[in-house]
């Protein structure tokens, strides 16, 4: 596997080892030990996720105000645009953002940890994700910030697409009050 740093601090592009031939292709998605030297992550992975959603589908940008998530997100099959926003209030990257392409194909992966906002756009006619994550979910700490926040400006590839939201994520907090 071979980690690629982010302009983030520790977030992390990961791409693993694949062997294929004409059958096929196999390759290990999670070791811990090999995780752990790449990264320097020690945190236990308690829940994994799969989602599957349609094109234009905006999910985020989720995080937990308690019980912060770090995700180690992937797509099976399809596109998605896969975001990380820095919340961190002492970080030095505070309020940036990274966006990378997952997919099926490439089978890159993006470590994305506690303290940061998430989300993805699906650019395929559809898409599932996996993402293993390092706490429980808690509904009742979970917040969502804008997805076109006009302070953190995140250039989503939305050429031709007409974003998808939920309830929650269209009424999702500005920058500002997901800082306070």
Do not use: C
Not at 36 to 62: E, I, K, M, W, Y
Not at 78 to 100: H, K, N
């Amino acid at each position: 596997m071979k980690a690629t740093a982010t302009d983030i601090h520790d977030v992390w592009l990961l791409q693993p080892k694949v062997f294929g031939d004409a059958r096929g292709f196999f390759f290990e998605s999670f070791n811990q030990r090999v995780f752990q030297q790449l990264t320097g992550v020690t945190l236990p992975f308690v829940q994994d996720n799969h989602s599957r959603s349609a094109r234009g589908v905006l999910r985020g940008l989720h995080f937990q105000v308690q019980q912060p998530q770090g995700k180690l997100v992937r797509v099976v099959q399809g596109e998605v645009f896969d975001v990380a926003v820095d919340i961190r209030p002492r970080s030095p990257t505070l309020g940036r953002w990274v966006g990378v392409v997952l997919s099926a194909e490439n089978q890159q992966q993006l470590w994305v940890p506690p303290g940061l906002a998430h989300g993805f756009l699906v650019l395929s006619d559809s898409a599932e994700v996996l993402y293993k994550t390092t706490d429980y979910y808690a509904p009742e700490h979970e917040r969502s910030i804008r997805w076109d926040d006009p302070t953190l400006r995140i250039d989503w590839p939305l050429e031709g697409i007409e974003p998808v939201l939920s309830a929650k994520d269209a009424a999702g907090l500005s920058w500002q009050e997901a800082l306070g």
